[in-house]
């Protein structure tokens, strides 16, 4: 069972900034793509960022140019750097892998984001 574990999350003031890290328990290379998503209160969960098997990025409008998400495969971590943060980003962040096999969807347990203003 793919495990994935995120941390970083915490409370910052509007235009701080915050690194998320997920730990994924097997290679990053197993997956087709990882994701960050965000679930605010009384909202839907939304993606954020995802990164393909080729390195590709994708970004929703609302953090492109404020949000950077990366890989370390050695370490098969992924991170999202969140710079010039809002109080609409308050959210709980989770952490998504797509297997390359059987396309089986895998979550983290969420790490909460907190931006006062």
């Known amino acids: 069972q793919v495990q994935l574990v995120e941390s970083g999350g915490g409370l910052v003031q509007a235009g701080g900034s915050l690194r998320l890290s997920c730990a994924a328990s097997?290679?990053?290379?197993?997956?087709?793509?990882m994701g960050w998503y965000r679930q605010a209160p009384g909202k839907q969960r939304e993606s954020v960022a995802v990164?393909?098997?080729?390195?590709?990025?994708v970004y929703a409008g609302s953090v492109k140019g404020r949000f950077t998400m990366s890989r370390d495969n050695a370490k098969n971590m992924v991170y999202l750097q969140m710079n010039s943060l809002k109080p609409e980003d308050t959210a709980v962040y989770y952490c998504?892998?797509?297997?390359?096999?059987?396309?089986?969807?895998?979550w983290g347990q969420g790490t909460q984001v907190t931006v006062s203003s």
């Open positions: 097997e290679s990053i290379f197993s997956f087709n793509a």
């Open positions: 990164i393909t098997s080729s390195g590709s990025t």
């Open positions: 998504n892998a797509v297997s390359r096999i059987y396309g089986d969807i895998y």
